[in-house]
């Protein structure tokens, strides 16, 4: 199980915010794309060694 909570903390709030809605696999660097509805960010997330790293990218609305 995986706890993707914190992320809403690095996401620009506003009225419109809703919660996470999106998560999709990419086969070819193994990491996964997470979003949500009305969120302007999509953040890539990999594991590595147990641990996960974030790297944040805008995106492209």
Same mark, same amino acid.
């Not at 993707?4 to 009225?15: T, V, Y």
């Given at each position: 199980?995986? !706890?993707?909570?914190?992320?809403?903390? +690095?996401?620009?709030?506003? &009225?419109?915010?809703?919660?996470? /809605?999106g998560i999709?696999?990419?086969?070819?660097? !193994?990491?996964?794309?997470?979003?949500? +509805?009305?969120?302007?960010? &999509?953040?890539?997330?990999?594991? /590595?060694?147990?641990?996960?790293?974030?790297?944040?990218?805008l995106?492209?609305?």
């Open positions: 199980m995986l !706890d993707l909570s914190e992320l809403r903390k +690095k996401i620009n709030h506003h &009225i419109d915010l809703d919660v996470l /809605k999709a696999y990419n086969k070819k660097s !193994d990491t996964f794309f997470i979003t949500g +509805k009305n969120w302007d960010k &999509i953040f890539e997330i990999k594991s /590595k060694c147990n641990q996960l790293s974030f790297m944040i990218r995106s492209p609305v």
